[in-house]
């Protein structure tokens, strides 16, 4: 996560776009909305900042960060999407009952990468790794 607005500023400015209190302000909403927010959640905590921030705004704000890598959008079969603000490599677990979304720390990418390339000749553009099952709570109510 980029701490600080000045920041969050630099990389929106460093990828040739404009910085503009609405995308601090959902970029910010977006690490408080909780694990793995949908565009419903972000707007949400956006709009206690500013109410004149619309849905529109958020969903046109978190396309532009998924294309200058602040975010990656994480899209599933029903359509519905969820955006996880931490670029780093992870693994995502994600319960098939409830749907929540935790994050996993693990080995680096960069101690996967060269063995895909060299053993199986695959040169990696992006990676997205998920791992789905049921999480502890909805076992416990099994």
């Known amino acids: ?22 995308r601090i ?5 977006l690490w408080r909305a909780g694990s793995h927010p949908s565009v419903s959640d972000i707007h949400e905590y956006a709009s206690k ?6 849905l529109a705004t958020v969903y ?3 396309q532009l960060f998924t294309e200058i890598g602040l975010v990656r959008e994480m899209g599933f079969r029903d359509g519905s999407a969820r955006y996880d ?10 319960c098939n009952e409830c749907g929540k979304i935790e994050d996993y720390d693990c080995i680096s990418f960069e101690e996967i990468a060269p063995n895909l390339n060299q053993r199986a000749g695959f040169q990696v553009q992006s990676h997205n790794f998920e791992v789905r099952g049921i999480c502890s709570q909805c076992r416990d109510i099994r």
Do not use: C, W
Not at 25 to 29: G, H, N, S, T
Not at 49 to 54: A, F, L, M, N, V
Not at 87 to 93: G, M, R
């Open 1 to 22: 996560m980029l701490s600080s607005r000045d920041e969050i500023a630099e990389t929106i400015r460093k990828s040739g776009h404009r910085v503009t209190p609405q």
């Open 25 to 29: 302000i959902v970029y910010e909403a």
């Open 49 to 54: 900042i500013d109410p004149s921030i619309s």
């Open 60 to 62: 046109k704000i978190l």
């Open 85 to 94: 603000p931490d670029v780093n490599f992870h693994i995502n677990l994600i």
